[in-house]
């Protein structure tokens, strides 16, 4: 399958788990302003999947849909960052996961206007504007809960110690990676980790929490080489229905 | 209407894009039905592609479940009004911006209670009694579109279309 195929499923894939994930929130959050924005978030979230895998879709070139890519494949074909797919955990744990997701998004999506794709600028240029708005409320609220009370303190030191090792995989390039770079489809990864770097010094400096020392990574669901446990249940909640009655349609 | 001539000599009676345009205004936005879809600036472009109507639109927000609606309710509209073969196009980029709403399109959101978006990021004016003493709630509202802010006059709450 082409370079585009692959970049194209692995930005789906990403917003598509995450997207999912984060709507779990839905109705449970702490208070309903918060309930509000994770749905919104959500929502943007799976928006730019349909891009993103109606991208790979008709690269692909067989017929199939988003949302075909979306309910009819299992685990091991899917190709989203760890990161996206571990547990919301409590509230702070998830706007941690949505912060250090968010960032590199942002930065992801802002060398993408200048693809050499334009089927693939056209998407980031639409997104961008909307993951703007995603990593300025995330980061807020890393700071406000960071620099909070003790307890919020704890809890959002404890989730960035949890989840900083999953980091390294959005900027470790392979074989895929290396292609779309060389053709200028997609930025060259290791790039966008000096900025991405800098920002997250500045925000956990103002939210008085300190970034983990070593740089270990946990990686394997970009290339679909090993995903955590946590994948398939997500899928079997997500794709039951098309599972169980195939072109169930509204 | 007015008469074309299609390749080959034929001649067909069309609407003329201006027309068109005029239809569509009546068309109201499906989750905030004070607006229509050319108030909202998401309508990019209407022509003729021979006995074909391209009407190309163009999302507010990626997510947005009102896109499929407005996609139902153009082609409902249009072909009330005859309108047989058409297409619906949708263009990315450039993306839409608050900046494409008309100012009819505006004072219709704050006299419905809805701020209108500013660029300096927050509501000018309670669209209630005019206060400039507010608080934001949240970031984000009932629709993608919106955010949730409070008169700390009046103190009402009421919804501010997010500047993008």
Known sequence: ?250 | MAATRLPGGRVVTQASVEQVYAWLDEVPDPEIPVISLTDLGIIRHVEWAGETLEVTVTPTYSGCPATSVINLDIETALRARGIEKLTLKRQLSPPWTTDWLTESGRAKLEAYGIAPPQPAGGPQQCPRCQSQHLERLSQFGSTPCKAQWRCKSCLEPFDYFKCI
């Open chain 1, 1 to 250: 399958m082409s370079t585009l195929y692959d970049f194209a499923l692995r930005m789906g894939d990403n917003t598509l788990i995450l997207g999912h994930r984060v709507s779990e929130w839905c109705g449970h959050a702490p208070v309903l302003e918060e309930d509000i924005a994770l749905a919104n978030t959500a929502l943007d979230l799976i928006g730019q999947t349909q891009l993103w895998l109606g991208l790979a879709a008709e690269e692909e070139g067989s017929g199939k849909t988003a949302d075909d890519l979306a309910f009819l494949r299992d685990a091991w074909e899917f190709r989203n960052a760890l990161l996206c797919e571990l547990p919301n955990g409590d509230f702070g744990r998830t706007l941690m996961r949505q912060y250090l997701f968010d960032e590199w998004h942002l930065l992801m999506l802002k060398a993408l206007q200048g693809s050499s794709e334009k089927r693939v600028s056209d998407i980031a240029d639409k997104a961008v504007k909307e993951v703007s708005y995603h990593v300025e409320r995330s980061r807020d609220t890393v700071i406000g809960l960071g620099d909070g009370t003790a307890e919020s303190h704890k809890r959002m030191q404890e989730a960035l110690d949890y989840l900083y090792p999953y980091v390294g995989e959005l900027f470790t390039p392979d074989a895929v990676d290396t292609a779309a770079a060389e053709a200028g489809l997609a930025p060259d990864l290791a790039s966008l980790r000096a900025p991405y770097d800098e920002a997250l010094a500045a925000t956990m400096a103002e939210a008085t929490l300190s970034l983990p020392d070593s740089r270990f990574a946990h990686k394997g669901g970009r290339t679909g080489k090993m995903h955590t446990e946590h994948l398939g249940h997500i899928l079997t909640q997500m794709q039951w229905l098309q599972r169980a009655y195939p072109g169930a349609a509204w």
